[in-house]
């Protein structure tokens, strides 16, 4: 019987290379990219795959009620709009490609994540209640006893957003934004669901899909037009 070996034995045809260890210096820096733009680039994705990770970890901690229903709606809406601002960069956005290929490259399983980035606003956004809306001294859901500031800025906006689409404003950087801006000011003034609401928040949907050089055609902007108008008048509706 052939006794084991405590380690398995080295043919004695082999001759260790000592001119190895020699060029290889192991307090030497490994540089991963060569120049200033290719480092930029790394740090943009990798921030970009920080956000992913952090959004989803964010939309489950809220569905857990493990944070404040105001801190998710600041830190959601501050992450998207660096998720967006990072992507829309022609040089980051040729590397990464898409969502999903970004997620299949790292092997990243971030369900919530990804809902989250293809409706572009916090879940917060989208919520409608039966009850009185936030900072409202008195309201019985009706939209009386309201600030007239929230009042104006959300009339304001309206109006902004269907002035935009008049002098052909239809590419999503365009109208995204003040699109995002009608819904945030109609629901400081009202939670109450209201006529052609939910298309506000289709549209939000749409354009937040499209690419950032994509625009609209002239029918869906006609489209576009008459459901923000007739959101405008059951947004008034709900004030009398």
């Not at 398995?8 to 082999?14: G, I, K, L, Q, R």
């Not at 819904?183 to 354009?207: C, H, M, P, Y």
């Amino acid at each position: 019987m052939i006794p084991r070996q405590p380690y398995a034995p080295t043919p004695h045809s082999y001759v260790p290379n000592s001119m190895l260890s020699a060029t290889i210096n192991l307090d030497e820096e490994i540089k991963l990219t060569d120049t200033r733009a290719e480092r930029d680039l790394q740090d943009s994705l990798a921030e970009i795959f920080s956000i992913i990770v952090t959004l989803d970890e964010l939309e489950k901690a809220f569905l857990k009620d493990a944070i404040p229903e105001g801190d998710y709606t600041e830190i959601c809406e501050r992450s998207l709009k660096q998720y967006k601002s990072l992507v829309a960069d022609e040089t980051v956005s040729k590397a990464f490609v898409g969502l999903e290929e970004f997620k299949a490259e790292w092997d990243l399983e971030v369900p919530r994540a990804t809902e989250r980035i293809r409706i572009g606003m916090p879940s917060t956004t989208l919520a409608t209640t039966s009850g009185p809306p936030p900072n409202s001294a008195s309201n019985n859901g009706s939209g009386k006893n309201i600030s007239g500031t929230l009042i104006l800025e959300a009339t304001q906006n309206f109006i902004t957003f269907m002035d935009a689409l008049k002098l052909g404003l239809l590419a999503k950087d365009q109208l995204h934004p003040l699109l995002t801006d009608v819904i945030q000011s109609v629901n400081k003034v009202t939670t109450q669901d209201f006529e052609s609401r939910g298309k506000i928040i289709q549209w939000l949907i749409a354009l937040n899909q499209m690419k950032i050089s994509e625009e609209l055609s002239e029918d869906q902007a006609r489209e576009l037009e008459l459901d923000i108008n007739s959101a405008y008048h059951g947004f008034k509706s709900t004030l009398e």
